[in-house]
């Protein structure tokens, strides 16, 4: 009797649970079609909202956010839950208007997913706490500090090149592994000053750990369940783990730099005993900075360290590995790709490329913009408005999340003449056209702080792969499988097939 009375409690508590979900649903469906006049999108259900639409396999989410596209025009709303909503934009002005602003530089709610491992550093953090950590971390991307980090570049592109090697003459293979590799021994080399030879040692706990922090991030970006449930999953413990071992090594760096720091007195001494000119890694010149003229404590320094190993590891190696595919899936364009690399240099296979020689690849500049237009690294950018505003008639209540759908802007026949085609040369007529329509890199207050540092990384590992290896299509050679997880993967990996330049 006791358990039978207990259940109709249960079941009475859960219907009325579902009642007040229902109507709160219908509260909010009826205020957001009175607010969001201009902005359209289909019936949500009162318990998934849209979700049951998006209840494809991962490589079809574009092609089911085209659909909306097509039906709605250049942005609408889904609802991701019953209560909360989605405004998708593809719409160039009102991009503009989100991006210029500092009132819009607050991240939507799925980068707390990122919290545990790299804190509230700059990618991360809002308000006063963002702007002081930007204004402090900009000057370490000066140009001249930059041009430190080329011989890393080099040094670590030469190993990719000898891994790429074992693979020439093979009718396919997914040349994205190695190429995740090569972008992660770069960064940890450049932000920590500390190689970990991963193209060498793929199998370490530190690399391991690494890929398994992007993939639960991942897949809790795409869990409804995740805010209730994810402490009972066994993702949960793996990013235990995974962040034990990640912590651990990023600490155990800081400790030896702050030693070295202490021991040498003269901070302002950057040359060695011979003269010549030392290499300081970011987290050297973290060491050295202060905000209200106070140093950094050492979570600060942590959090930025392990933001600067996110944000620099997986965007470029997506660049990277889409261009190589673009490269030879279009033969005209690699080869004048390669003529560039014949005029800058003499020796293609043995030559040490220098900033100057960087600078000169203009073709392979465009090469890259273009990739990122058709391929941008981070596909959707998300915000969360702080403060209502109006635009077109339309009013974005407070705490709506805005989706910046950039890889829908960059595919836009609105946008781009033939927007489907690889044309690296159209980057040469859009000159005094509107700069947000092409926003690989964001744009406006919260633009990426690394642009040039990884702009000269593409460009140094790519003419590398170019001067030595003729890239062609795979075979055989699967349609991309694209899919937009933290960053822009290709579901089926990044095919192609390499022969050697003689």
Same mark, same amino acid.
């Given at each position: 009797m006791i358990a039978f009375v207990a259940s109709i409690i249960i079941?009475?508590?859960?219907?009325?649970?579902?009642? +007040?979900? +229902?109507v709160l649903h219908k509260i909010t469906v009826r205020?957001? &079609?009175?607010? *969001?006049k201009n902005i359209k999108g289909r019936k949500p259900n009162a318990l998934f909202g849209n979700m049951l639409d998006f209840a494809v396999p991962s490589h079809k989410l574009f092609e089911k956010t085209q659909e909306f596209l097509d039906e709605f025009g250049s942005n609408f709303v889904i609802y991701n839950g019953p209560l909360t909503r989605i405004v998708f934009i593809t719409e160039v002005k009102l991009i503009e208007h989100i991006l210029s602003s500092t009132q819009f530089i607050e991240k939507s709610d799925e980068y707390e997913h990122l919290h545990k491992w790299i804190g509230t550093g700059l990618l991360t953090s809002g308000g006063l706490k963002w702007k002081k950590r930007r204004r402090m971390i900009t000057p370490s991307f000066h140009f001249s500090i930059l041009d430190n980090f080329v011989d890393v570049f080099e040094n670590v592109g030469d190993i990719f090149v000898k891994k790429l090697e074992e693979h020439v003459d093979?009718? &396919?293979?997914d040349i994205y592994p190695t190429i995740s590799l090569c972008t992660l021994d770069i960064i940890c080399e450049t932000a920590m000053g500390t190689p970990i030879n991963a193209l060498d040692n793929a199998s370490s706990d530190y690399v391991r750990s690494v890929k398994t922090m992007c993939k639960i991030v991942t897949d809790r970006n795409f869990s409804p369940l995740d805010r209730r449930f994810y402490p009972f999953t066994l993702n949960f413990y793996r990013e235990q783990f995974a962040l034990k071992v990640l912590h651990n090594h990023t600490d155990a760096v800081i400790d030896r730099r702050i030693k070295e720091f202490r021991v040498n007195s003269d901070k302002s001494s950057?040359? =060695?005993d011979c003269g010549i000119k030392k290499r300081m890694a970011f987290l050297d010149l973290l060491l050295r900075s202060t905000i209200d003229g106070k140093s950094l404590t050492r979570e600060d320094i942590r959090e930025e360290v392990d933001t600067f190993m996110f944000e620099g590891h997986d965007t470029t190696s997506s660049a990277i590995g889409f261009a190589l595919y673009s490269l030879a899936n279009n033969p005209l364009v690699q080869q004048k790709a390669?003529?560039?690399?014949?005029?800058?240099?003499?020796? *293609?296979k043995n030559a040490r490329a220098t900033m100057a020689d960087l600078q000169n690849m203009k073709y392979l500049e465009l090469v890259i913009k273009e990739t990122l237009r058709l391929y941008p690294s981070v %596909?959707?950018?998300?915000?969360?408005v702080k403060k209502e505003f109006e635009?077109? =008639? &339309?009013?974005? %209540?407070k705490d709506v999340h805005l989706a910046l759908f950039t890889y829908g802007c960059h595919r836009s026949d609105k946008n781009y003449e033939k927007p489907l085609e690889f044309i690296p040369e159209r980057f040469l007529e859009m000159d005094g056209t509107n700069p947000f329509k092409y926003v690989p890199f964001s744009a406006g207050p919260r633009n990426c702080i690394g642009q040039r540092f990884a702009l000269l990384e593409m460009k140094s590992t790519i003419s590398k792969v170019l001067r030595n290896f003729k890239l062609l299509p795979a075979n055989p050679n699967p349609e991309l499988m694209l899919v937009p997880e933290i960053i822009l993967v290709s579901k089926n990996g990044i095919n192609v097939c390499l022969k050697k330049r003689v």
């Open positions: 079941i009475s508590i859960a219907l009325l649970f579902l009642i +007040v979900i +229902v205020k957001d &079609s009175k607010c *969001l093979k009718p &396919s293979f950057e040359t =060695n390669l003529e560039e690399q014949m005029e800058i240099f003499k020796d *293609l %596909p959707i950018l998300g915000r969360r635009w077109e =008639n &339309s009013i974005f %209540p």
